[in-house]
């Protein structure tokens, strides 16, 4: 949701890849039937993602890295030193952890989508100035 979230706040913007990927993902997998449903509703089709895992070319092929929760960064700063200093939280301005809704009822998905759109917005209006 994050991923598509930023990447249609971005669009016109092509200096910038927006891209996705977990440090567990399970690789190829569809996004799940309540983030579908909740982007759809938003006007964002998100029905062709597919999960895919994060990788020492990634994060070396980046210049900002946004993660969810602070977990996410402490593990990526442990397997890649290099990406100290370009890790950030979605939510670091608000000081936000965003759970992982994966496996949840679609109540505890709307939660996190709220949290990732205050995120969304935020990164939005530095990203673009």
């Known amino acids: 949701m994050a991923e598509a979230l930023l990447r249609h706040e971005l669009r016109g913007q092509e ?4 891209e996705s990927a977990g ?18 509703e938003r006007g964002v089709d ?10 020492p070319e990634l994060v070396n092929g980046t210049d900002l890295i ?8 402490r593990v990526i700063e442990a397997n890649e030193p290099t990406a ?5 939280r979605l939510g670091e301005w608000q000081d936000l952890e965003i759970p992982d809704p994966h496996r949840h009822p679609r ?6 989508l709220g949290m990732i759109d205050k995120g969304v917005a935020d ?3 530095r990203l673009k100035s």
């Open 15 to 18: 200096q910038v890849t927006v």
């Open 66 to 73: 946004l993660v969810m929760e602070s977990k996410h960064k």
């Open 46 to 55: 998100i029905t062709s993602h597919r999960a895919k895992q994060l990788t």
């Open 23 to 40: 440090l567990g993902a399970l690789v190829g997998e569809p996004a799940s039937e309540h983030a579908i449903a909740l982007m759809q």
């Open 107 to 112: 109540d505890v998905f709307e939660v996190a």
């Open 84 to 88: 100290r200093g370009k890790i950030f």
């Open 123 to 125: 990164w939005v209006e």
